[in-house]
């Protein structure tokens, strides 16, 4: 089994509470984390830009990854969402049985 963390920014910590519960509610993540104010930086349109977000980072499994995706993009209020899919080499075995069992998919 393949476990990630999908890293995703908003607009907001409340746009980021939103996804994160749309998502644990369809058993999709086990669990968010919330950095409720991050600075970004970055190149839109031809025009550098600042601005403040929210970030989260959830902890699933990579065969769900299309399904977060899908169900982010419904919901999400960017044009492009940043949705990054990063693996996880080794954890706490303990902690991925639980996140096997939040995601209703068992090893």
């Known amino acids: 089994m393949t476990y990630c963390i999908v890293k995703c920014t908003t607009a907001s910590k409340e746009d980021s509470i939103n996804i994160a519960k749309h998502l644990l509610e369809k058993k999709l993540i086990a669990c968010a984390n919330i950095i409720p ?5 970055y ?8 601005d403040e977000e929210s ?5 699933s499994k ?7 995706e899908a169900e982010i993009k419904k919901i ?3 044009e492009i969402p940043e949705i990054l899919c990063i693996p996880i080499i080794k954890g706490n ?7 096997d069992i939040q995601t209703n998919i068992m090893t």
Do not use: R
């Open 37 to 41: 104010s991050i600075t970004s930086l």
């Open 93 to 99: 075995k303990d902690y991925l049985n639980w996140l």
């Open 62 to 68: 990579e065969i769900l990854f299309d399904k977060i």
């Open 55 to 59: 970030l989260i980072i959830m902890k």
């Open 43 to 50: 190149e839109w349109e031809g025009k550098l830009n600042q």
């Open 76 to 78: 999400h209020k960017y």
